[in-house]
Nanobody, 116 residues
Framework: QVQLVESGGGLVQAGESLRLSCAAS????????MGWYRQARGKQRELVALISSGGNTNYADSAKGRFTISRDNAKNTVYLQMNSLKPEDTAVYYCYANTNLRNSYWGQGTQVTVSS
């Protein structure tokens, strides 16, 4: 089992920045990818960014150039630096992890609200 705890959400104005953090605990030795998804009201959950245990990254088109995902394996933590935020980035952001046993885990979510 892997537990994920997010922090760092909040209310910002358009153009500002936020950094989300997600700390993993439990069977951390089995974690492969970590990343972030988001779900806006009335919409499906969508990928924002993923990072592998080796540091390879994958971004949604909407995140490219504005968001940066990073990972501190020593702290078992993944970060999402979000710059130049837009109102359309408003959503609940969920931390995600999968393991080499093909199990998937989710955090409880953290609200990000961007006002215009």
């Amino acid at each position: 089992q892997v537990q994920l705890v997010e922090s760092g959400g909040g209310l910002v104005q358009a153009g500002e920045s936020l950094r989300l953090s997600c700390a993993a605990s439990g069977s951390i030795f089995s974690i492969n990818h970590m990343g972030w998804y988001r779900q806006a009201r009335g919409k499906q959950r969508e990928l924002v960014a993923l990072i592998s245990s080796g540091g390879n990254t994958n971004y949604a088109d909407s995140a490219k150039g504005r968001f940066t995902i990073s990972r501190d394996n020593a702290k078992n933590t993944v970060y999402l630096q979000m710059n130049s935020l837009k109102p359309e980035d408003t959503a609940v952001y969920y931390c995600y992890a999968n393991t080499n046993l093909r199990n998937s885990y989710w955090g409880q979510g953290t609200q990000v609200t961007v006002s215009s």
